[in-house]
Nanobody
Framework: VQLQASGGGLVQAGGSLNLSCAVS????????MEWYRQRPGKKRGKIAS???????NYADSVKGRFTVSRDNAKNTVYLQMNNLKPEDTAVYFC?????????????WGQGTLVTVSS
């Protein structure tokens, strides 16, 4: 299973970016999909999640500015980021939980860098 994240880049404060993460490979049942970020000098932390049925959850730091969504037909999760702030500068990672007949596995994407200038 591979996760390909894209959409990062350089943006000015107040701007927007839309990240996407496509899952491919041996997928039996794709469950929760999540976005994490790792800011410089900080630990990786979860910022958004979405269940297969579309239930979402957000960290307080991004609530009201970021929106997570998914397209189950495309096995893709998105993160629309609006009103970006310099403190949103980080490497953003996606992960996906996959159900198999006898196990449940979590896979990670490679990360995409978001830089927000002031």
């Amino acid at each position: 299973v591979q996760l390909q994240a894209s959409g990062g880049g350089l943006v000015q404060a107040g701007g927007s970016l839309n990240l996407s993460c496509a899952v491919s490979g041996n997928i039996w049942s794709l469950n929760d999909m999540e976005w994490y970020r790792q800011r410089p000098g900080k630990k990786r932390g979860k910022i958004a999640s979405i269940s297969h049925g579309g239930y979402t959850n957000y960290a307080d730091s991004v609530k009201g500015r970021f929106t997570v969504s998914r397209d189950n037909a495309k096995n893709t999760v998105y993160l629309q980021m609006n009103n970006l702030k310099p403190e949103d500068t980080a490497v953003y990672f996606c992960n996906a939980e996959v159900d198999y007949p006898r196990s449940k596995e979590t896979y990670w994407g490679q990360g995409t860098l978001v830089t927000v200038s002031s």
